[in-house]
């Protein structure tokens, strides 16, 4: 199984532009969330969803949005890039019975906004 | 609110020598915990979790952690380093709610002296 798979790896963006950062998985979970990582922050959950067709802001949503259509993906959409959001973004998905499952982690997204 | 605070930013240890990084948490149930571990340039990866029973935990790569409840900590410990467990490590602990997302410390950086 791949997992969490997570594109792109890298991305340089210019201030106001707009881009998706796509993430799939492959094990049939229900939760998924979408985290930030700054340096010497730890990771910081930006959305999550329950299921397909349930999204909920977590603890840093200003300017960004979510969708998720399918069980498999969980896109996260930046609209008007600010330098702000420079980060490491990575997509998280859990198995549903609880909150002590384990998250795997996709390989993470280095985003740039200069 | 939750919170998780792992006070040590860098330890440096010699290759052989015994680990122990701290974690302590803010939570008022009996919490969920996580110690992930993060190579650079990777994704994270579960060492090892507490959820009830036998407060000494057993991970993955030789890893361990206590549960000290009148000490609100969950440190991970590892009798003797080996230069590859150089990483970042990230203790966690479960949100409220029904999300289930998790609430990370800041990490702990390892690195390992030969």
């Known amino acids: 199984n791949a997992g969490v798979t997570q594109t792109p790896k890298f991305r340089i963006l210019k201030i106001g532009q707009s881009m998706t950062l796509q993430c799939t998985q492959d094990?049939?979970?229900?939760?998924m969330y979408w985290y930030r990582q700054d340096p010497g922050m730890g990771l910081k959950l930006i959305y999550y969803?329950?299921?397909?067709?349930?999204?909920d802001k977590g603890e840093v949503p200003n300017g960004y949005n979510v969708s998720r259509s399918t069980t498999e993906d969980f896109p996260l959409r930046l609209e008007l890039a600010a330098p702000s959001q420079t980060s490491v973004y990575f997509c998280?998905?859990?198995?549903?019975?609880?909150?002590?499952?384990?998250?795997?982690f996709g390989p993470g997204t280095r985003l740039t906004v200069l | 609110a939750q919170s998780v605070t792992q006070p040590d930013i860098h330890i440096t240890v010699s290759e052989g020598a015994s680990l122990e990084l701290r974690c302590n948490y803010s939570?008022?149930?009996?919490?969920?915990l996580f110690w992930y571990v993060q190579s650079p340039g990777q994704g994270l990866q579960l060492l090892l979790k507490?959820?009830?029973?036998?407060?000494l935990v057993q991970g993955i790569k030789g890893f361990e952690a206590e549960f000290k409840r009148s000490q609100s900590s969950f440190n991970l410990r590892k009798p003797s380093v080996h230069w590859s467990d150089a990483a970042e490590y990230f203790c966690?602990?479960?949100?409220?709610?029904?999300?289930?997302?998790?609430?990370f410390g800041k990490g702990t950086k390892l690195s390992v002296k030969p």
């Open positions: 998280a998905s859990r198995a549903s019975g609880g909150a002590v499952n384990e998250q795997f």
């Open positions: 094990m049939n979970h229900n939760y």
């Open positions: 969803s329950v299921g397909a067709g349930i999204t």
């Open positions: 939570y008022g149930a009996t919490p969920y």
């Open positions: 507490y959820f009830s029973g036998d407060t």
């Open positions: 966690a602990v479960v949100g409220g709610g029904s999300q289930g997302n998790l609430i």
